[in-house]
Every structure is written in C-alpha cells, then in structure tokens.
C-alpha cells in the first residue's frame, strides 16, 4: 500500500483549497507552514530511581483566530510531521465550526502500555515544566489525545497552577467534572459526528433510519452505536469490528448490548447472534452510513473501489486516502472528512473554556443543543461551499477553514 507522509498531504490540501479560493503566493505559502514549533528533552524519574530522558514537541499551528487548541499525545511513534500535520488539522476544524480558536498539538515519544501510573504522572508534569511559558487560556489550550485522558490534563493543570501560582483552570480542557471539567464532553466527538449524519441525510434526500456499520469498537465507536439511534431516531446497527476481528447480523445488533459485550469481553467477537467476518470486511458492506473510527488510511485505492456506503463520517483521524477521496467521490459516495466530522470535541472544549472563564457551568442538554447548532451550522457552510465550486467534500471543509483563517491573517495584516 502506498505510504503518506501526513504533513505532505496536510500541505497539498492547504494548496488544493488555496486555487480554489485564489489566494496570493504569500498567503498560501503562510497557511502551509506552523507559526511555531516547540521541541523539549524532558527527564523524568521512573519507579526504579534511574532517570529516562524523553523527546517531546508541541506545535502551534495558527493563532489569526484566536489561543492555539489542541491535544497531547503520548505515543511511541510520534514525529515532528505527524504533530505538524494534527496541529494544520485542528487549524481547519476550529475554523470550520467557527470557534475563536487556532491550532496546535503536542506529544511525547513514549509508550504508555509500558508504563506505570506514577510514570505517567512525571511525564504528564514534567512535559508542563517544559511547555509552560506557552501554555495559557490566552495563548495555547491543551487537551487530551492519544493515550492521554481527564486525569492526565488534571495533572497538567495543577503542575501549571503551581508554576504560576494562581488558579488557571481554563489552561486545559477535557478535565474532570470536580476540578472544571464540562458536562456533555465524554461523548462529543462522536456526537457532532452523528449530527453531522442526520444533516447529510437531509440534504441529500437519504433515509436517516437506514443500515450502519462500525470499523473501530473503542470509545467513539461505542457511542457513535448509541447515539445514532438517539440522534437519528433509528437506524440498524448490522456490523462492527474492532482489532480482533468483525460481526455480521443483517436483522440488527442490540448497541446496548454490543457495549456491555464489548466491555466485559474485550472484544466484540462471539456477540450473541452475530456472524463473525474479516474485519476489514465491514468497511466493504452494503450500508447506507459508514463510521470509520479507528486507524489512519483504512479506505485506500486498494479498497476505495470497493465501498458501497452511501454516507462516510469520518470518527477516526486520516482514515481516508487522498486518491481514494477522489474514488469515492467519482462513486457518489459522500463523506463527511474528519475536520467537520469530528469537531464535536473540540467545540465542547471551547464551551468548556468559556464556563472556566465565567464561573457559570452549563447543564448536559444546554451543553448538547450549543453543540448541535455549532455543528448544524457548520455543515451547511461546507455543503454550500461542495455545491458552489462542485469539489469532493473533504475539499469543500478545507475552502471553508481555509478561507477563514486566511481572511483573519489578513485582516491582521500578516499577509
């Protein structure tokens, strides 16, 4: 399978919605380039007493918007292109969803399956010690990501109160509850996903209470199951996967159900009268809505061809290829890219810096009907913005995020 270097691709995207919008060579080159970048050598005490030396960076993409937002990693195969790459991403999403945010991502080359709770605290505060001079409700928001969690931003926030020696909850989002954290932020990736659904049926004339499938069963999958029965108001779960393996059962899947399986199992194989398949399989089903939610480039030239979903909402980060974004395309296949699709998080991250800001903490319905008008609204903007210069929908998000972060570097006078 052909690999990507995903910064390459973010660049290319960057100049694809550049042409389209008639952006000067300066601008486009601006938009193509992070403002800042950060690389720290963090050493940090592990449990045997000996001291590990790790290597981590933090990114900050675009501020013409607004503070630079984005999550921290902990992953053992992180490099500087694949945080540039996620920073340029959250730049498009914050704009997308029109939120007064820029860009950014962070990460620490480690692998946290290896590692001790106590360990992990030490990398969470020492990462703190070496970032804080860039962190700040008005400069830069952290959050969580990839084997990161509430309880590691709850470290985070605490190690930054004790350097600066004052309360600054809003530094971090995705906190727990007690300490800041919002109502509604547990499952709003998936959320905003499942609503960017129900208006992609609406426009397009697509029965809501149609067939879905799910390729990835971890958190976001696991909700995208229920809540599209919620948010939609039907619809048949007929197939999931997860690393283990797939399942099949054309009259339906219980997702009430198929969680608890998952969650007492560990997997969801051996589901009560379900038909076990190829994993990769459930990508290539007769369904009329596809949730990818788990690995980068899982729809490729190689299966592109293959796909028979009416609608593709991307949960997962990257799961589609650029060639097979234009194969889908070509097929009628529409997919809502990972930009909009999964925008829900950070847009209730911003709600929970605004109630950190303000004191005042909203209940979980206020928190839902916000979210759902924010993403409503943003799916509108990128279908006009598809029907308007007739591109493919991944391209129609860029020209939207796109246009408006040059529009504010410019109104600053950058370019």
């Not at 009259?251 to 399986?261: C, F, Q, R, T, Y």
Request: glycine share 8%; proline share 5%; with cysteine.
């Amino acid at each position: 399978m052909k690999s990507y270097n995903s910064f390459s691709v973010a660049q290319q995207q960057v100049e694809e919605s550049a042409r389209l919008l008639n952006l000067d060579k300066a601008t486009i080159e601006f938009l193509k380039w992070p403002q800042r970048e950060f690389k720290f050598t963090i050493p940090v005490r592990m449990d045997d007493g000996r001291t590990e030396i790790f290597h981590a960076y933090r990114i900050q993409y675009n501020f013409a918007r607004g503070p630079a937002k984005g999550g921290i990693r902990f992953h053992p195969d992180e490099t500087v292109d694949t945080i540039r790459a996620l920073a340029a991403w959250m730049t498009w999403k914050t704009a997308v969803v029109d939120i007064p945010l820029g860009g950014a991502k962070g990460g620490v080359v480690c692998d946290p399956r290896t590692l001790s709770q106590n360990e992990l605290e030490n990398i969470a505060r020492a990462y703190v010690r070496a970032a804080a001079d860039i962190l700040g409700a008005d400069r830069d928001v952290p959050a969580p990501d990839v084997y990161t969690n509430p309880q590691t931003m709850a470290w985070m926030m605490d190690e930054y109160e004790t350097i600066v020696r004052r309360h600054q909850p809003g530094v971090f989002t995705d906190k727990p509850i007690p300490i800041g954290g919002t109502e509604g932020r547990r499952d709003a990736t998936s959320r905003g996903g499942v609503i960017a659904v129900r208006e992609a049926c609406k426009y397009l004339g697509i029965d809501p209470t149609g067939t879905y499938a799910i390729q990835g069963f971890g958190n976001a999958g696991q909700r995208a199951a229920l809540l599209h029965q919620e948010i939609l108001e039907g619809g048949k779960l007929i197939a999931v996967c997860d690393s283990r393996g797939g399942i099949y059962n054309p009259s339906g899947l219980d997702p009430e159900e198929l969680v608890i399986h998952k969650l007492k199992t560990g997997t969801v194989l051996n589901f009560p009268g379900a038909k076990q398949i190829p994993r990769d399989s459930v990508l290539e089903l007769n369904v009329d809505v596809l949730y990818p939610a788990a690995l980068e480039n899982a729809i490729s030239a190689h299966n592109a061809l293959n796909i028979k979903a009416r609608i593709i909402c991307e949960l997962a980060n990257g799961p589609t290829t650029p060639d097979a974004d234009l194969i889908l395309h070509e097929n009628g296949i529409f997919v809502i890219p990972d930009i909009l699709a999964s925008a829900g998080g950070v847009t209730v991250s911003y709600f929970e810096m605004l109630q950190d800001s303000g004191g005042d903490f909203w209940d979980e319905a206020t928190v839902h009907q916000k979210l759902d008008k924010k993403i409503s609204t943003a799916f509108k903007a990128v279908y006009d913005a598809i029907r308007d210069k007739k591109i493919h929908p991944r391209l129609g998000a860029m020209v939207v995020g796109v246009a408006r972060v040059a529009e504010a570097c410019k109104l600053r006078g950058w370019v």
